[in-house]
């Protein structure tokens, strides 16, 4: 399996729809400890892994943008500037989700694939 890299077109292999992914970043944390979003003090904070529980706990969490959210939310975006903006954590200022994903849950969007 090739690894991603920054800037690659993704798919995900869970999802019916035909949106491409942009890869953002390998994040080296694993889908147990990865948090999506905290919960009060009494609750479990929601992590990577609770969403994707057919992944393995300690399978490490990359992170990745909607193509789609990115033209609609940057006009006249450039991959470097895209890239640079997730490192320095801007991206979502701008209007755009990033997600966390156990990395074995998107692969590389191929020149043939139709979405």
Known sequence: M?????GDLAVD???????????????GVPANEYV????PPD??????????RDY???????EAAYLEDIKRSIADW???EIIEGHEEGELEDHGVKVYGFPSSRLSSASAGDDR
């Not at 393995?56 to 990359?62: H, Y």
């Open 2 to 6: 090739t690894q991603l890299e920054p």
């Open 43 to 52: 609750d479990a904070d929601i992590t990577v892994f609770r969403k994707n």
């Open 36 to 39: 999506i979003w905290e919960t």
């Open 78 to 80: 450039d991959l470097d």
């Open 13 to 27: 292999r869970e999802s019916d729809s035909s949106d491409f992914l942009v890869f953002l970043s390998h994040t």
């Open 56 to 62: 393995d706990p300690s399978e490490a969490v990359v």
